[in-house]
């Protein structure tokens, strides 16, 4: 699978000398669990401290306030003339096909005047791999229990020493979108390939394998060390429940979520440049 090489240079979403900063609104998906909303908090910061040119603003498509239409109007309320909102999700499942054009629709029908953009979401498109969110993986991946893990940095990335590991499972918040999942086998593939390692997946709902599963077939059929990746942007309840399955079946190592790992706010600011640069070349023509 080719590699999705981005770059966060926006010349279009530039800030000219007393204009009001653009607008990019991260749209999580919310989470009753008020870690969820914390970590996407933490991951705003980072992306503002990359780039403090932008008006950044947290938002959530369920469970939290604010939802993303009421962000996109407070970069209005703010002078902002233009916006990118950025899904954080990391499937273009239902969520990404449905609520996040809603939210923009919904915004427009009370009366924003702000141009907008959509980016894309964080995980694979057309089947091309951000290498930022492998680095990211590869960042949160505990190395196994015989090795400091130490990372580093190659010509492709980021990689890890994980020789305290047989094999890893990428586990997932779960989808019954089979387009979906077929991302996270790529993200799967792609993640094993970078660590030299048989690289599997697992759901924490919706489709099977559990992580739990995943880890017991793996070690009856002779693998010792199962490390877990984390497929996660937040912890919240589906995080918990596949940590708690990995563990349980022998895993020796289990990855935190993505959260604001500094390659994630990368991936972030160039999926935002991306759009932008869309939407200034719509906003000239």
Known sequence: ????????????????????????????????????????????????????????????????????????????????????????????????????????????ADGLSLEVAVAEVLGPVAGAVPPLLLDGLVRRLPGGPSTA???????????????????????????????????????????????GLPCGVAYASASPPAAGEAVARLRAAGARRVGVASYFLAPGRLYDAAVRSARSAGAVAVAEPLTDAPELAELVVARAAEAAAGLAVAVAA
């Not at 499972?169 to 089979?178: I, M, S, Y």
Request: no cysteine; glycine share 10%.
């Open 149 to 195: 893990g130490g990372l580093v940095r190659r010509a492709d990335g980021l990689v890890r020493r994980a020789d305290g590991l047989d094999v890893v499972v990428l586990a997932a918040a779960g989808t019954r979108d089979a387009a979906a999942r077929e991302t996270v086998e790529q993200v799967a593939a792609a993640l094993g390939e970078r660590l």
């Open 1 to 108: 699978m080719r590699p999705a090489r981005l770059t966060p240079a926006v010349t279009g979403f530039a800030v000219p000398d007393g204009s009001a900063r653009p607008g990019v609104v991260l749209a999580a998906h919310g989470s009753r669990d008020p870690r969820a909303a914390a970590a996407t908090r933490a991951l705003s910061r980072a992306v503002a401290r990359l780039r403090p040119d932008w008006d950044v603003r947290a938002a959530y498509l369920d469970h939290s306030l604010p939802r993303p239409a009421t962000a996109l109007a407070g970069v209005a309320a703010a002078g902002g003339e233009r916006a990118v909102l950025v899904p954080l999700l990391l499937t273009a499942a239902y969520h990404g096909r449905v609520d996040v054009p809603a939210e923009v629709a919904a915004a427009r």
